[in-house]
């Protein structure tokens, strides 16, 4: 079945580094945009990053511009977030989300970051 | 940076239409999408392009979108929609969510 599986989160410190993964299945994934997006717990969802099917464009939300970075492998059907300069405000569950036909279809259970001393 | 408003919560009688705004400036001229999302779990899709539902979706959720609001409507409404609703939409090269709406059944 069609199903996103987000890893990799956990506690870093403020001003530290982590790399977030997601595995795809079920579906041609080369065939698809993707997308970041967290929530803060008890709070809204906040869109972080977006890469075309192919990983020629990248968007960033202002918050992560600069310090997070998102990339894909089609050969291992995965996405990726490359956290840097980590920020307590940085502290929620990452969902890895499928886009098609502008419409976020398939949401991942999501992984938790916590940014903390 | 571009901003889309969601009354933060609608109460609506079991049987009765619920109805949830989202405005935002030419928000007609963007498509929109809706999100349902219930306590610990992962949001899901319920409608996208303003109107249409994916499949599974209930025929008793529809969207529409013109001038600055997106509505989603709820008609015989559920217990089972007691949930939060997020309206999303593209802008230029980011996307927006709403800040969310908590919808309570009672």
């Known amino acids: 079945q069609v199903q996103l599986v987000e890893s990799g989160g956990g506690v870093v410190q403020p001003g530290g580094s982590l790399r977030l993964s997601c595995a795809a299945s079920?579906?041609?994934?080369?065939?698809?945009?993707m997308h970041w997006v967290r929530q803060a717990p008890g709070k809204g969802l906040e869109w972080v990053a977006f890469?075309?099917?192919?990983?020629?464009?990248?968007y960033y939300a202002d918050s992560v511009k600069g310090r997070f970075t998102i990339s894909r492998d089609n050969s291992k059907n995965t996405l990726y977030l490359q956290m840097n300069s980590l920020k307590a405000e940085d502290t929620a569950l990452y969902y890895c989300?499928?886009?098609?036909?502008?419409?976020?279809?398939?949401w991942g259970q999501g992984t938790m970051v916590t940014v903390s001393s | 940076s571009y901003e889309l408003t969601q009354p933060p919560s609608v109460s609506v009688s079991p049987g009765q239409t619920a109805s949830i705004t989202c405005s935002g400036d030419?928000?007609?001229?963007?498509?929109a999408s809706w999100y349902q999302q219930k306590p610990g779990q992962s949001p899901v899709l319920v409608i996208y392009?303003?109107?249409k539902r994916p499949s599974g979706i209930p025929e008793r959720f529809s969207g529409s979108n013109s001038g600055n609001t997106a509505t989603l409507t709820i008609s015989g409404t559920q217990a089972m929609d007691e949930a939060d609703y997020y309206c999303?939409?593209?802008?230029?090269?980011?996307?927006?969510f709403g800040g969310g709406t908590k919808l309570t059944v009672l």
């Open positions: 079920g579906f041609t994934f080369s065939n698809y945009g």
């Open positions: 999303q939409a593209w802008d230029s090269s980011t996307v927006v």
């Open positions: 890469i075309r099917y192919d990983g020629r464009n990248k």
């Open positions: 392009e303003d109107r």
């Open positions: 030419k928000l007609g001229d963007k498509y």
């Open positions: 989300v499928k886009e098609e036909d502008n419409g976020f279809d398939i």
